[in-house]
């Protein structure tokens, strides 16, 4: 006889404070948004100060198309004056952060303070593994790929190249070549694969992390300074390091522009030991024609996200997150809608019959 009848809700979890970068202005606004406000939650989105016309328009058309007013809400400002005072908010439910991990790590102290949770999408210092067994050019060109797209400006950018020693001379030839026809220009015009990176103030970091991994012993095997044909603007040239040892900040440390760094191996094993070395585990890609190799790498990993022979495409319906010092939680498909609701058991007693753990005073 049936006693019990028990379901699960998922109910939203309330008011949610959003906290988007720079980089992808709109994308990491949207990938935050539309699940929030799908799973029924109101939202606060807090955009970078360096980037926040975008997200003003975005509710703008939002309000356009008949959201009602108050569901989702704009903050501007910098970040110790809008960012962390959303964070600590008594009346704010839960924060989803994009960031650095350094932020993520204040974000998360202030939401601890009252049991809120959080889920951040932080910083990368993501490897490529290349073996000895892959296409030259196909390699070569996932691999500027992976770290010059987008100027290096991404958390998963494919940073540190893990390449075979067997063929890393003809390898970082071929990758030279592929990064010297990568056309920098003014993003306007026809064919640029390369604009500036986003301000002055990351200019002047990138050009530091080279300089210091040039002190430290590493050896600038191309680029690293401004294009000679561009005296204005914040532009970097793809820069490739060779030379470079584990315990420097340019193997360790997240650059955030167009900087790809060079270790070599003899063994998968070795390659493994290489990727894994980082506090970082947002993504990581292996490119070798041996698919069951590929396999068994991927499986060893320590990353959220795993490409085999390409490097950085997302597809909303697949999970988009990071281990480690990247930070934990999900977004993109059912995973980032998961974010933003409750769970809550309900069970019901639907016997006709008393429980009967106790005995009846009826029958004393």
């Known amino acids: 006889m049936e006693t019990f009848k028990s379901y699960v809700l998922k109910e939203p979890i309330g008011v949610v404070g959003l906290i988007t970068p720079w980089n992808y202005p709109l994308l ?24 926040s016309i975008t997200c003003l328009e975005l509710a703008e058309v939002c309000r356009e198309v008949g959201l009602p007013p108050g ?14 005072p959303l964070a600590s908010h008594p009346d704010v439910d839960k924060i989803a952060f994009t960031g650095s991990s350094a932020t993520g790590s204040k974000i998360m102290a202030a939401a601890a303070q009252m049991v809120k949770p959080v ?89 530091k992390f080279i300089s210091t991994a040039k002190s430290e012993g590493a050896t600038i095997l191309s680029g690293g300074v401004r294009p000679e044909h561009l005296k204005k603007g914040f532009f970097v040239e793809p820069t490739i390091i060779t030379d470079v040892t584990t315990s420097m900040q340019i193997w360790r440390e997240e650059v955030f522009g167009p900087v790809l760094c060079v270790k070599t191996f003899s ?5 493994l030991e290489l990727a894994n070395d980082t506090h970082y585990g ?62 809550k058991q309900v069970t019901q007693y639907v016997s006709d019959e008393p429980w009967g753990w106790y005995r009846s005073p009826s029958k004393l």
């Open 71 to 84: 569901v989702l809400n704009i903050l501007t400002g910098l970040g110790p004056e809008a960012g962390a």
């Open 119 to 207: 889920s951040l999408e932080l910083g990368g210092k993501s490897p490529i593994i290349v073996f000895e067994d892959v296409d030259l050019d196909k390699a070569a060109e996932w691999t500027a790929f992976g770290c010059f797209w987008t100027n290096g400006q991404i958390c998963s950018a494919t940073s540190r190249l893990i390449v075979h020693e067997n063929i890393v001379r003809e390898f970082l030839d071929r990758l030279v070549k592929w990064t010297k026809n990568i056309k920098i220009s003014d993003p306007f015009e026809e064919g640029c694969r390369l604009g500036p990176v986003v301000s002055g103030g990351q200019y002047e970091k990138v050009l």
């Open 282 to 343: 947002l993504g990581a890609a292996v490119i070798s024609n041996d698919l069951e190799r590929c396999d068994r790498v991927s499986k060893n990993l320590q990353a959220g996200i795993v490409w085999v022979n390409c490097s950085q495409p997302c597809f909303c319906q697949a999970p988009w997150g990071g281990n480690k010092r990247s930070g934990f939680g999900r977004e993109l498909g059912e995973w980032g809608l998961d974010n933003y609701l409750s769970v």
């Open 28 to 51: 990491m606004a949207t990938w935050k948004v539309a699940p929030s406000l799908a799973a029924g939650c109101a939202a606060i989105l807090k955009p970078s100060e360096l980037a």
């Open 267 to 271: 063994t998968e094993e070795e390659a």
